[in-house]
Structures are given as C-alpha cells and as structure tokens.
C-alpha cells in the first residue's frame, strides 16, 4: 500500500477545489431534471454524459473568461445576483441575468425570416456581451430573401 505523505495545507486545498466541481454539476443532481430523461441504452447514458461534460466545459470557460476580463484594473464590475457589484461572478449569476433576454422571431413557411430583440438590453447585459467577446447582434438575424 503506498501512502503520500501531504501536508495539511496541501489536503485542505484539494477538498476546497472540489467544491468548484460540485457548483458546476449542481444541476445533474436536481431529479427534477434527471428525471426528466428516459434513457433506456447505455449508448444514450454515455452521449449524456458527454453532452454535459461539454456543457460543463463551456460554463467554466464562459466564467473563466468573465472573470479574467474583470481582472483588468480597468474594468467596471457588473452586477451579479441581488444587483450586488461584483469582479468575481459565478457563472449561475451570469446566466441569471442573461436569462431575461427575450428574443423574437418571424418565421414563413418553416424558414427563420427574422429575429429581434422587442427591447433593448440592459447596460449590464451589454456590458457581459462585452466582456464575453460579442455584441447584441448575436440575438439578431435577417434573412437575406
């Protein structure tokens, strides 16, 4: 049996990171949402999981990138839940605000025609675009007919 010998340091900071991997995958615990699934094949359980895991992937990022943008000495804070002012926002008080952006679209014949935002965004949806490396024209689309 080979131990490692840590220090209490080093096994302290291993038990803090896991709860980073915990946040992310808070959600596939819900059985409300599990539940929902009806997998019947090993083959389904398995493109699940890599379907989260990519999910998984692209939310550290978007946070990662948030927060590395906001590090600039330079840069305002946005507001993350409860309008609280923040540098550091985790990427569940991202989505939170981002959420309430509605988008509408015209559709003609089962062809997508048009998409528009009914409403200006918020500065602080605008401002997270921003940081993420897009405008708000990502929530528009005219088709070229």
């Given at each position: ?18 709860g980073n991997v915990e946040r992310i995958f808070k959600f596939i615990k819900n059985p409300a949402w599990v539940g929902s699934f ?90 997270i675009l921003q940081l993420t490396g897009f405008s708000k024209e990502i929530y528009t689309y005219t088709s070229n007919v």
């Amino acid at each position: 049996m080979n131990i490692e010998k840590r220090s209490s340091k080093d096994i302290l900071q291993r038990y803090k990171g896991q709860g980073n991997v915990e946040r992310i995958f808070k959600f596939i615990k819900n059985p409300a949402w599990v539940g929902s699934f009806c997998l019947n094949t090993p083959s389904r359980i398995a493109a699940l999981g890599y379907i989260l895991l990519i999910a998984a992937m692209i939310y550290t990022l978007w946070e990662r990138n948030i927060i590395k943008a906001l590090s600039k000495s330079e840069e305002e804070t946005i507001e993350g839940l409860n309008h609280q002012k923040t540098k550091r926002p985790t990427t569940y008080a991202l989505q939170k605000v981002m959420s309430s952006i509605l988008a509408l679209s015209q559709i003609t014949d089962g062809k997508v025609e048009s998409i528009w935002l009914p409403k200006p965004l918020k500065p602080n949806q605008e401002h997270i675009l921003q940081l993420t490396g897009f405008s708000k024209e990502i929530y528009t689309y005219t088709s070229n007919v």
